[in-house]
């Protein structure tokens, strides 16, 4: 019913209408993961996907860097029309290996924000353990899939050392051991990849922390640590500047507002959460909106979130919200 909804929504012309009335808003879309084709159960996008993603993005809006977007912001009365920013998180090689080719094809740039440590090899994100341990066959009922966003909520709450004994303790429950490299799709790219991405100058790398804490779980000199230790990381092996970072999971309740002045004091001119939105003239540079992009993100949803018929949708029911909790 929703889907055949959504339909007429497009055949009357309100996706275009949509997409006119927000042309000075800006886009800023939030990736994770890559595959080559759809496997029903990942929340990887698909080549194809992503292909058919981006051929719509060049017929209807322009696509910028990010680094284009902040100066815009900063500096322009007024954004450029119908711009679009393409951004994927953590760092995984599974961009490089399935994006990076379709961004070269139609010649389209994109911010990746990796996890320094991840590159390094320190250790693999503690996020895809999880979802390692929901893969397993003998699996506990808290990584059930009803269940498994509760689980990651908790452990976004503890500090990073009592969440990853945690993770490790669900791990000794189901009597399996986290392997100490990741598997394939979980792997990361390598300092040689971030440089050939890099200098094709479709690519710019961002930080997205030494370790993916979260930040309102860590004291004021963790915090730090994280943001000006990865970008040193970064740009010690890139030669490049690191001038963007974004914030591990990225919801309101995952930083405070004093990190977003350490954010600016650590030299990154810009930073990116996951809350839903868009971009207009005086929005800041450092809590810039996204709209999130997934494997379960269908083409004609994926209109819908780009041309702004869900921006409308979100505003108009927030009104609504707000009516009624006066009468």
């Known amino acids: 019913m929703k889907r055949l909804a959504l339909k007429v ?9 949509a997409r006119n009335t927000s042309a000075r808003m800006a886009r800023i879309l939030m990736y994770h993961n890559f595959a080559l084709a759809e496997d029903g159960q990942s ?30 912001l900063k500096t322009a009365e007024r954004l450029d029309s119908r711009m679009v920013v393409l ?11 399935f994006l990076f080719p379709v961004l ?12 320094s440590s991840f590159i390094r090899r ?17 699996t506990v009922e808290e990584l059930h899939p009803h269940r498994i966003e509760h689980f990651f909520e908790k452990m976004n709450r503890l500090r990073p050392e009592r969440r990853n004994a945690y993770i490790d303790s ?13 598997p394939p799709k979980y792997a990361p790219c390598s300092w040689a990849e971030l440089r050939r991405m890099a200098d094709s100058g479709l690519v710019e790398i961002g930080s997205h922390s030494v370790t993916h804490p979260i930040f309102s779980s860590l004291s004021d000199e963790e915090t730090w640590t994280e943001l000006a230790t990865s970008r040193a990381h970064i740009e010690s092996e890139l030669g490049r500047k690191v001038e963007s970072f974004c914030f591990p999971n990225g919801k309101p309740v995952d930083y405070l507002p004093r990190h977003l002045d350490q954010v600016q004091r650590a030299g990154y001119c810009s930073a990116v959460l996951t809350d839903f939105g868009m971009s207009c003239r005086g ?18 949803s994926f209109r819908k979130y780009v041309d702004g018929v869900e ?5 108009v029911r927030a009104a609504g919200f707000r009516r009624a909790r006066t009468w």
Do not use: C
């Open 9 to 17: 929504l497009e055949s009357s012309g309100l996706f275009a209408l």
């Open 43 to 72: 929340g990887a996008v698909s080549v194809e996907a992503a292909r058919q993603q981006l051929a719509y993005l060049r017929r209807h809006f322009q696509v910028v860097s990010l680094t284009h977007l902040v100066e815009q």
């Open 87 to 97: 951004t994927v998180d953590d760092g995984r090689r599974n961009f490089y290996e």
């Open 104 to 115: 070269q094809e139609f010649q389209i740039p994109a911010t990746f924000f990796v996890v």
């Open 122 to 138: 320190e250790d693999w994100l503690w996020t895809d353990k999880v979802l390692w341990l929901a893969e397993q066959p003998l």
């Open 170 to 182: 669900t791990a000794e429950r189901m009597r399996v051991s986290i392997p100490r490299d990741p």
């Open 283 to 300: 929005s800041s540079s450092y809590t810039l909106s996204r709209i999130g992009v997934s494997g379960q993100t269908d083409f004609l």
């Open 311 to 315: 921006y409308y949708q979100t505003k």
